[in-house]
């Protein structure tokens, strides 16, 4: 089995106690998650943001209900944090053609919409504040 890496960089345009008042919450994932994934988070609010912290959850992925970890491997209060997240599937050829053919692209197009859901709900609450 071969243990894969998705790596993500976003930048999020919002004020930084904002940002980081925001993903402590792991029921915000929920707002950060395609709705066809059934997410289902199961650790407790709020997360204490630190290196070693883990978010754990589930989602429908092509229709089979997964268990999904969220590992915060680093955490700088205020400018940064990093979250990782690796998946495996079985070794050989099948393996080789799912990650490239549907995991990798589906995967990507979830880490899409989650950029795209952060902007908009950081812009939400910045103008409902300014009203």
Request: proline content about 8%.
């Amino acid at each position: 089995m071969h243990i894969h890496t998705l790596t993500r960089r976003q930048f999020v345009p919002a004020p930084p106690g904002r940002v980081f008042g925001f993903f402590p919450r792991p029921e915000n994932l929920a707002i950060l998650t395609p709705p066809a994934l059934i997410f289902h988070i199961l650790t407790p609010s709020p997360i204490v943001m630190k290196p070693g912290a883990q978010i754990n959850y589930t989602i429908r992925l092509f229709g089979v209900r997964v268990r999904w970890t969220t590992l915060i491997t680093e955490f700088d209060s205020g400018r940064s944090f990093v979250d990782e997240v690796r998946y495996a599937l079985p070794s050989g050829i099948l393996g080789r053609l799912a990650h490239v053919l549907v995991v990798k692209r589906r995967l990507n197009q979830i880490f899409d919409y989650r950029a795209e859901a952060v902007a908009w709900t950081l812009q939400e609450e910045a103008e409902g504040i300014a009203s």
